[in-house]
């Protein structure tokens, strides 16, 4: 299952759940990965491809439960979905490189691009603190080796949307800071 998307093991790993149409395995992923992931259901069809002419799910159209006359197309795992999936959850994950756009912008501002630094941080740490609000509402009881997981992935997130949020304190009060120094007397 090589590709750049860690989604896409993911995804292999709910269809051996139970086979879903590609709407409602991106809900289901959506569920499992918090809010913080931000998944569109757009974003699961070309996983879904992949798998397909990777031989490890194949499509079948069929009626839908609400309207017999609309159909739908339904994916399933093939037989060798289950060693895949076992070979992707046995491989090592290597850390992947930030790329934070504000990050980039902060790399390269000039001295005169202190206000709209400023005003970006502001915009990202109230995406933060959306993203870790959302995050923190929808932390289960751990009652299932499901809901543990599901636990951890939550944990996972708010530790990163809380170290950003760190960070953004940070660069302000530095960037102020700076400013103010470098302000004629």
């Known amino acids: 299952m090589r590709g750049p998307s860690p989604l896409k093991g993911a995804v292999l790993g709910l269809l051996l759940e139970r086979p879903s149409y590609g709407y409602e395995l991106a809900s289901r992923l959506s569920g499992r990965l918090g809010p913080a992931w931000q998944i569109a259901p757009k974003s699961v069809y070309p996983l879904l491809d992949q798998l397909e002419k990777a031989g490890l799910a194949m499509s079948v159209v069929e ?30 994950v290597p850390k992947e490189p930030l790329r934070v756009e504000l990050q980039a912008k902060i790399a390269v501002a ?15 740490e109230r995406e933060c603190l959306e993203l870790l609000q959302a995050t923190s509402d929808e932390q289960p009881s751990v009652r299932s080796w499901r809901t543990l997981l599901m636990d951890l992935t939550l944990e996972a997130a708010d530790a990163h949307l809380r170290a950003e949020l760190e960070w953004v304190t940070l660069a302000r009060r530095r960037i102020r800071e700076y400013a103010a120094q470098a302000e004629p007397r």
């Open 110 to 124: 000039r001295t005169e691009d202190a206000s709209q630094l400023l005003a970006m941080l502001d915009d990202y």
């Open 63 to 92: 009626p839908s439960p609400a309207s017999p006359r609309q159909q739908r197309t339904v994916y399933y795992p093939t037989d060798q979905a289950s060693a895949a999936l076992a070979l992707w959850m046995g491989t090592s």
